[in-house]
């Protein structure tokens, strides 16, 4: 019997009895009984020590990061997390609960999002956060969905300096109500090229999209490209763990900020889970044009204070075909991590991660550069990763490095003909200096 | 209780990040932020309390009854999360060479052919992140296939009034527009009506079957002919694929896309609303057609298979939910093929065995046949005591369990949609009947002890239409 059923036969007996049934068979009547199937053709079922076993088996084949140094980012990334953070967000009352739809009893998970929408809002320096999408990508998707729905204009300008994955998403999307996408280029230093974004801005513009730090590690500047994009809506992927060194998008013109929450910690989980953030400017007609659940604060009957989700005539189970998304599921659990994360380790220790991540930076690519094998690509400046051109063998590199216990950098090669000869190094608070030595002492041999 | 904010005191430190131990950089002021964010300033213990405190507002799987209709609120396994937990799943890098992660690979394209077998499906990807976002998948896939033939007029796409609360909204993301399709008096997709809407404009059919009245649609095989006779294709909604694992599948009964929900079926946790997962699977005609990358194996290794000529695109970044998967497939192994049908026969011998108890108290519509994993009652009959259905699952609250669905589907009045699931015991049924009865006979004698419920719970019942005209969104 299955560890997860409790039927005992004494109680299959009853059941049927009180249903006036001869079998359980009989209940599938209404399946044409032309396609019934009587089996499927899997395995028998598992004990728990087998499963763990075998699935432990596998998870050992893989090489992680408490065997190996990371050296890799480009939207994911090896930070460090706080013990706390998945002893707390492990707790089942959390993690086992839904959607909060009955808010009597869901205001530890109404609270905790309320929460969060808060602290998104200060550390991107925007007005409103929904309580979450499903990550970086997805959210960017569904922010140029929302610009042309605001503006109903349907031509976008994306930056080329955006992760490559995010501009292949955008496009999916935006093939349903076909916005046309044109791309802006970039300048030596790595950001976009403001001559490039002022002469394709036009009054047909639903958006500009710009990413900060870029998928380049370069940090745009998000000022200069407020200036140009005037009666346009300014979309601005961010990575939140630069932002407790780096200026809030908000302070600086964006209209919309958004991207994958994995930073604050999340594990990089192979790519996901992690979730992504939305925040907009504050504004009460652009709030309505907002895609996902969003918490807000009232009372009970008692006048005691309590949170609900709240705007849900924007949403799907209400507004049906006319809804600002089809969204539904969220990535609450992440926002969950997110927000132990940042309780944890408040303003200073943000501020910290974020010196401490483009200290190592710089200093590895000062370390990279004296092998002699690396030369910088761009010189905009950056936050915890940059490309660097090589005269290596990039793969024949990878695979010394990995002899040698690191995961070396992303090869930008395959992604575009430019970028050939390219790779983009990373380095968070999570690299020791020991790892950064044994890494240089090995290309310095190649 | 107060908000972590109120509780924050300047000066206190929840962790300290590791030393510098490079040479320290310094960033020019141009790009530094001037003021920092108002995050809460506390200790690790105070963050600790705090979020254990709030986690005690909460219901949830862990701590009862969860007959949430449509929603599939299984038992969450925790040997599944041991599994997803563990170092090689949880701390590997999606951009990995392939020769470094063959074990996650491995484990992806076993799952995918798992629920190939499952559903009858000749190709899956695992890249959506929820149903929904399935769901959208599908339809672009459907959307593309036409267009990759020059079938440029299909705009329309037919979804019949007992589908999930989320089809409509999909085929509109996907620039189509939602056809609504009545049911019948058995529940049915109308069929006489269905010959009506079909033209050449169809796109195709979202079904949800069993649908949202807990009904297996008996005349799927017809629809199936009238929708492919007209061009369109049919999409499968998978989220009550917890009815029929082992009993049927979507690819024999004609359908051409499908896609599941591995947080209901497959007993990974809801997370408060997410993560998910919700893979799709398609037949062969539309493999071409899927996002990429899928997972292939070629000569004993897993690679990502970037192929498909068609492909629509991403969905979103990297492969998918991954440590859901894990979760996913760490139950198939443990339920395996016979374990899995017995899931069902126990979910749908639970929902019949609930009807039948429950429909000694309260009307029960569209019950002369078996229903499958989830069954719809109506509370109509009370509103005469002044008694809505919202007023009798907020007395539920009191009585220390989850209430069902309410309010859907729309077709039905004041109702109830009630999933039990396969995991809940006759002894836990019972209890539940007897609570509905205990407020059905409350409901007739005292109907305001329902309509100021609940009385008992952290917060009470809480006003909508305030959070929603004095928006306050955040703490400030």
Redesign the interface.
Known sequence: M??????TDQ??K???E????EN?E???????SE????????????D?FN??S??????????????YA?F?G???Y?H?I?S?V???A????????????????????L?????F???I???TGM???N??M?????SLAEAV?MASRYTQKYRMLVADTI?P??I??V???V????IEIEKISHDSDGKISLKDLKSKIDDKTSCVVVQYPNFYGV?EDLKSIRGISKDVILIVVSNPIS??????PG?LGADVVVG?GQTLGI???????S?GFFAIRED?KF?RTMPG??????????G?????M????RE??I?????T??????????T?YA??Y????????????G??N???S??LL?RLEKTGHFVRAFSG?FFNEFVVKTDLDISKM?KVL?KNGI?GP?DLSKANDSMKGHVLFCAT??N??EE?EKLISVLEVM | MELIFEISTAGRRGFIPPKLDVDSYNLSDEFKRAVPPKLPELTEGDVVRHYTNLSRLNYAVDIGFYPLGSCTMKYNPKLNESAAAFDGFSKIHPYQDENTVQGALELMYNLQEALKIMSGMDAMTLQPAAGAHGEYTGVAVIRAYHEHKKDFERDEMIIPDSAHGTNPATATMNGYKAIEIKSDKNGMVDIDELKKIVNPHTAGIMLTNPNTLGLFDENVLQISKIIHDAGGLLYYDGANFNAIMGKARPGDLGFDVVHFNLHKTFSTPHGMGGPGAGPIGVKKFLESFLPVPTVGKKDEKYFLDYSHKNTIGRVRSFYGNFSVLVRAYAYILTMGGDGLKRASEMAVLNANYLRAKISKTLEVPYDTKPCMHEFVATTEPLLGYGVKALDFVKRMLDYGVHPPTVYFPLIVHEDLMIEPTETESKMTLDKFVEIVEKIAKEAKENPKLLQEAPHITPVRRLDDVRAAKQLILRWK
Request: glycine residues 8%; aromatic residues 8%.
């Open positions: 299955e560890p997860y059923i409790p039927h109680d299959l009853e059941m049927l009180t249903i006036d049934v359980v009989s209940l599938f009547s209404t399946i044409p396609k019934v199937i009587n089996s499927i053709d899997l395995p028998n079922g598992m728990e499963v763990l075998k699935l432990r088996k596998m998870a050992l084949t893989n090489a992680s990061a408490d065997k990371f890799i480009g939207g994911i090896n460090v706080p706390a998945n002893q707390i492990s707790r089942g009352d959390f993690y086992t609960a839904y959607t909060p739809y009955q808010a009597e009893v869901s205001q530890g998970t609270q905790s999002l309320f929460e929408q808060t602290m809002c200060e550390i007005g409103i956060a309580a979450s499903y990550d970086g990508a997805s969905l992760h994955e995010y292949e998403t496009k999916t999307y093939a349903g109500p076909k940090i932002l407790g060194i780096l200026e809030a302070k994958d594990s990089m989980n192979f790519g996901g889970p979730f009460t709030v659940r969003i918490i807000g604060e009232t009372v009970d009957v008692d005691k204070r309590g949170f609900v709240t705007l849900q005539a799907q189970h507004r049906r075909e006319k809804a998304s089809n969204i539904c599921s969220n990535h609450a659990l992440g969950l927000s132990i940042l309780s944890l380790v408040g303003p200073k220790g943000l501020k910290e991660i010196e401490l483009i200290s190592k710089h200093y000062k400046e990878k990995f995961i992303l608070e999570s020791t200096s950064i």
